[in-house]
């Protein structure tokens, strides 16, 4: 299993007539790797830069240390003005170790407060269940930067394409300044409609001039079918400037946990917040391919998590060493007060008399400081709130995210002080 660690290309600040940031001549990156005792590091690459790596040590392991530690690894990185490696484009170091994909859970307990610890757990799932049979729309990004590009989209495409399941319905949506669709409504997927989809990807250029990509995405989820779940596959290389109206936007259509939208980052330069905040709003999960990189995995990849049935709801549950007898339990069912009993027998049977109001006024020239009075009643009734427990662990996220196979998920938990004294 390999473990993918990425350092962001530098996105502002000027840059010299090389193309090398100008605050970034003789930058050197260096990156320690520790796996937990008994882990074996069997590779430590970088796909996109030139890195010198050392196996069975870090970079603070003194030069005699012995014997050598194949928990550890190190690699380095220096940024020196004439050579190739700039960092103008994502740096990506992968780590491959044996059970690396096993369900773990660590536990850290806080240093200087008591009873306050953290639990993390952390899986890659692996199950297999029938595939379904959904509606998928690939949204291509044709603008003027894909330009350089447009290779690995059709590349991309191509084994999307090849790889659907007889059955499904697809359609494609490109999009630039404005966007189009290659069918008026999705086509079911057979022989006929695979050539023409395949004959369109060998046409496709960058020619449609900027990047409104909302207009293009809220299409794709209004023009779906009726009754067949959505899977959206966004392409793209790109930043926009109204991200934040796409993210408020692309939950609602997930809303109902019929549609989901995937992203996948295409080149060196593609905004991460903008394809991984799509995929984490849409339920569904993002990946990269920078240039040279190998397709196949990680748009096979993407393809499964599409075709997985919707399966939403799930519930992160501690369980602790031992019984309960510890914790208090809580009833929500408190019966009325007799006040409240009394109330409510007595409001049908009201006496049938005729009653007669009283004039209000609004200018009462007796009440005085009012404003200071419903205030100190306001407070007193504040004292009246019931002591609310805490909850036994906190979740962050709150909402576990969509589980697909071999895409990791982490949840973490700030647990209850009342059980420190307990074993999860």
Request: charged share 20%; aromatic share 8%.
């Amino acid at each position: 299993m390999g473990l993918t660690v990425g350092i962001y290309a530098y996105e502002q600040g000027y840059h010299n007539g090389n193309g090398l940031s100008a605050g970034l001549e003789g930058l050197s990156i260096t990156v320690d790797v520790l796996m937990e005792k008994g882990s074996i590091l069997r590779e430590l690459q970088s796909p996109s830069h030139s890195v010198k790596v050392s196996l069975g040590r870090m970079s603070s392991t003194p030069a005699d240390a012995y014997p050598f530690d194949p928990s550890r690894a190190s690699a380095s990185l220096r940024l020196v003005e004439g050579e190739n490696a700039l960092l103008e484009r994502d740096f990506v170091l992968v780590a491959k170790d044996d059970g690396l994909d096993n369900p773990r859970a660590l536990l850290e307990v806080h240093s200087t407060v008591p009873g306050q610890r953290a639990l993390m757990a952390t899986l890659v799932p692996q199950f297999s269940l029938p595939p379904a049979q959904p509606e998928i729309v690939f949204v291509i990004d044709r603008s003027g930067s894909m330009s350089d590009k447009i290779v690995t989209l059709q590349e991309a495409l191509r084994i999307f394409l090849k790889s659907l399941p007889i059955g499904i319905t697809l359609n494609i949506c490109s999009f630039g300044s404005s966007f189009t669709f290659l069918w008026p409504t999705s086509r079911v997927y057979d022989a006929s409609s695979l050539n023409d989809a395949l004959h369109f990807v060998s046409t496709i250029s960058a020619n449609m001039g900027g990047t409104e990509m909302q207009s293009a995405v809220v299409a794709a989820v209004t023009n779906r079918l009726k009754g067949k779940d959505l899977e959206v596959i966004l392409l793209t290389d790109g930043q926009i400037f109204n991200q934040q109206q796409l993210f408020n936007f692309v939950p609602t259509s997930a809303a109902d946990n019929t549609a989901r939208l995937f992203s996948l980052a295409i080149g060196d330069a593609a905004s991460h917040s903008l394809v991984e905040g799509i995929a984490r709003a849409g339920n569904g999960f993002s990946q990269s391919v920078i240039e040279y990189e190998e397709l196949d995995s990680k748009v096979i990849r993407m393809l499964k998590g599409a075709l997985i049935p919707h399966i939403f709801d799930y519930t992160l549950e501690v369980q602790y060493d031992g019984k309960d007898d510890d914790f208090e339990a809580v009833d929500t069912d408190e019966p009325m007060s007799d006040s409240e009993t009394e109330v409510a027998a007595e409001t049908p049977e009201a006496s049938p008399q005729t009653t007669v109001q009283q004039p209000i006024s609004f200018f009462d020239t007796s009440l005085k400081g009012s404003d200071a009075e419903f205030g100190s009643r306001q407070q007193a009734d504040d004292k009246n709130v019931p002591n609310m427990l805490p909850p036994r662990a906190l979740q962050a996220p709150y909402k576990i995210p969509s589980l697909y196979p071999f895409i990791r998920t982490t949840v973490y938990l700030l647990l209850d002080p009342r059980s420190s004294h307990r074993t999860p």
